[in-house]
């Protein structure tokens, strides 16, 4: 059996993942636990007391909801006084009613050209996001539309910032230290996203992810300045999503919620930016963020299983807001190398995805590694952990009976016929060093210890 990790191990792998980045026990354990870790955590970041992080932003872009309020964008558009408009969805979506109503909406507006780009890929990469800045840059436009999921928000997102940025190269945002990580400091144009797919949350982040392929994981780009203007959160929309896409979504939401409820808390982040401009889009768990992530948890579990049998549910889905701010953790930062090094690798493509290459979707990716990732956070904070658990047991924190959470969502999992860990996607034992070095630079996991505790992780992953 391996040793436990320290608290101090696992503050630091939560802190160093964080994109910004043994639960169940008699509550007297659980308030022992919690006075270790917040003692060893003050020396997980010695810093000076004057550097401590001491406030949090609430950061989120405008939302509408509504049965069909994507027959509105073309006013708004035209409200925004908008001179030409770039149009980004992808083939699939092309060919829907998310589609037909953004374009009928566009066209029944008087002056208002607008061209469209539907060559948008499931899992953008590099190459995908070059094309589509290339193609931007060469209309120069005024106003930006997305119609689709989070890979087509994204791509419309680094478009709009190339367009604006002229002359810099993709490696100037993308985060460090894969790119140099520089800060936007120009407005962007005006963008309205209209998600068709109910997880990603793309429309309320400034955050934009790719595939870099030369490397065989994800990265992106974060800051505030790539929210949209407007996130038009319409229903209808996800009529035409196919199950396993809503699956997938609907579990991206479900480690967005328990990531962020559990991330390190916004005052033990260090050092404090000298200007609020520099303070991170992704700031650490906070008492605004905990109560939608809490609730979007909450939410989640209740429904989705009920989407996974009867798609006519996809309204409940609906529940992302607030992740935006609080960050996301270890769950998210292997996932990118499990989707990445697959195209190389297993070549795993999910069912119900209909692309023409290997894809481990989003949420799946993240899910592989959740019983070994909470196994190892809860020490870090019990409470929360607890709290998180009776929701899956349809309880309450107080009952004595709960005793695991790596255990409940697995079994969540199995209920969704999710696969049940990473060989059933086709990594083996030997895979895991890779894994392990595509997830070290998601956000500098520093130490001989963090690549000893992902390893353990990742092994822990291979079967549940």
């Known amino acids: ?105 566009l066209s029944s507006q008087q002056d208002l050209p607008f061209e469209i780009f539907d060559r948008v890929i499931t899992e953008p990469t590099e190459d995908s996001w070059r094309e589509a800045i290339a193609w931007s840059r060469e209309h120069d436009f005024s106003h930006f539309l997305a119609v689709g999921g989070g890979s087509v928000i994204d791509t419309a997102k680094a478009a709009n910032l190339f367009t604006v940025y002229k002359d810099a190269d993709l490696y100037d945002f993308i985060n460090a230290p894969i790119g140099k990580g520089l800060a936007i400091s120009k407005p962007l144009r005006s963008l309205i996203a209209v998600p068709t797919t109910a997880g990603t949350g793309s ?30 959160v319409d229903t209808l929309n996800t009529e035409s999503c196919p199950t396993a896409v809503h699956i997938s979504a609907g579990l991206d939401v479900l480690f967005h919620s328990l990531e962020s409820f559990t991330a390190i808390p916004y005052t033990e982040r260090s050092p404090r930016p000298a200007n609020p401009i520099l303070r991170p889009a992704y700031q650490g768990s906070n008492p605004v963020a905990d109560i939608f992530s809490f609730w979007a948890l909450e939410q989640t579990v209740k429904y989705l299983p009920k989407v996974a049998k009867d798609k006519d549910n996809f309204g409940r889905v609906f529940c992302w807001h607030g992740f935006g701010n609080a960050g996301v953790h270890l ?78 969502i697995a079994s969540f999992l199995d209920g969704l016929g999710v696969p049940r860990g990473l060989e059933a996607v086709g990594y083996t034992k030997a895979d895991v060093p890779m894994l392990v070095e595509g997830t070290l630079p998601q956000r500098h996991v520093a130490g001989e210890d963090g690549r000893e505790h992902l390893t353990r992780m990742l092994e822990a992953s291979l079967r549940y």
């Open 203 to 232: 429309e309320t982040t400034g955050t934009a992810i790719l595939d870099i392929t030369s490397k065989s994981f994800k990265t992106g780009i974060a800051s505030r300045a790539l929210k949209p203007t407007l996130g038009i």
């Open 1 to 105: 059996m391996p040793p436990t990790p320290s608290r101090s191990a696992i503050v630091r792998l939560i802190n160093a993942s964080q994109h910004t980045n043994c639960p169940c026990h008699g509550s007297h354990t659980v308030h022992n636990a919690h006075v270790i870790a917040n003692q060893l955590r003050r020396l997980a970041t010695p810093v000076e007391k004057v550097d401590r992080e001491y406030a949090f932003e609430v950061a989120a872009s405008n939302l509408r909801f509504g049965d069909g309020v994507t027959r509105e964008v073309g006013m708004d558009l035209k409200n925004m006084k908008a001179t030409k408009v770039a149009v980004f969805t992808d083939p699939n979506v092309a060919k829907l009613l998310p589609m037909k109503m953004a374009i009928e909406s």
């Open 331 to 408: 769950c998210h930062g292997m996932s990118y190398p499990i989707s990445g090094l697959n195209k190389k690798g297993p070549r795993y493509q999910h069912a119900g995805y209909l692309v023409d290459h290997p894809i481990i979707p989003h949420g799946i990716s993240v899910a592989l590694t959740g019983p070994a990732v909470f196994q190892f956070t809860a020490p870090s904070s019990p409470e929360k952990h607890r709290q998180a658990l009776a929701v899956f047991k349809q309880t309450t924190p107080l009952d004595q009976s709960i005793t695991s959470i790596p255990d409940a």
